[in-house]
T-cell receptor, first 116, second 109 residues
Framework: NAGVTQTPKFRILKIGQSMTLQCTQD?????MYWYRQDPGMGLKLIYY???????DKGEVPNGYNVSRSTTEDFPLRLELAAPSQTSVYFC???????????????FGPGTRLTVT | DAKTTQPTSMDCAEGRAANLPCNHS???????VYWYRQIHSQGPQYIIH???NNETNEMASLIITEDRKSSTLILPHATLRDTAVYYC??????????FGPGTRLSVLP
């Protein structure tokens, strides 16, 4: 299993440009997540999905959009990039809440995004 | 906001046990304690979790006080590769994780 993969690894955007961060998992996990991590800070949840066709907002959703058409893929769309979106973006997946206490998340390697 | 309090940083000598504390005084009865770590700029890695009882796996041990208001993650024989930021998270069934700033552990040769 490759686990959770993310592309690209690095990207530089100009203000106002748009892009899609790709995330794929091969563990057949129902739950997927997008986090951002600013320098020296913890992770903040942007969006999450509990299954194909179902998405919901996290703590910091403004400026982002997501879709979940398949179990494997959960792309994150940035529209009209702003310098405040400069961050490292992590995608994660989990089996879900089948049983309380079995909720560990598996993270991808991250995408480092700079908006100038 | 994170429901936990952790020291900002700690040092540990290589080969010694690393004991990382976490305060979660407002934890509710259904909330689990999870530990993750983040090595350099990689994605966070799950370590261990528990509810009431102490837990041990191949990576670490988790000691939870009887009143559940605090816990300690123990790395029994720290190596240089254990240098990382360690996150303590409390979470109930159905909630999403809230990652605080964590503890930066430096394992020194």
């Amino acid at each position: 299993n490759a686990g959770v993969t993310q592309t690209p690894k690095f990207r530089i955007l100009k203000i106002g440009q748009s892009m899609t961060l790709q995330c794929t998992q091969d563990m057949n996990h129902n739950y997927m997540y997008w986090y951002r991590q600013d320098p020296g800070m913890g992770l903040k949840l942007i969006y999450y999905s509990v299954g194909a066709g179902i998405t919901d907002k996290g703590e910091v959703p403004n400026g982002y959009n997501v879709s979940r058409s398949t179990t494997e893929d959960f792309p994150l769309r940035l529209e009209l990039a702003a310098p405040s979106q400069t961050s490292v973006y992590f995608c994660a997946s989990s089996r879900g809440q089948i049983k309380a206490g079995t909720y560990e998340q598996y993270f991808g390697p991250g995408t480092r995004l700079t908006v100038t | 906001d994170a429901k936990t309090t952790q020291p900002t940083s700690m040092d540990c000598a290589e080969g010694r046990a690393a004991n990382l504390p976490c305060n979660h005084s407002t934890i509710s009865g259904n909330e689990y304690v999870y530990w993750y770590r983040q090595i350099h700029s990689q994605g966070p890695q799950y370590i261990i979790h528990g509810l009431k009882n102490n837990e041990t796996n191949e990576m670490a041990s988790l000691i939870i006080t009887e009143d559940r208001k605090s816990s300690t993650l123990i790395l029994p024989h720290a190596t240089l590769r254990d240098t990382a930021v360690y996150y303590c998270i409390v979470q109930d069934y159905g909630q999403n994780f809230v990652f605080g700033p964590g503890t930066r552990l430096s394992v020194l040769p």
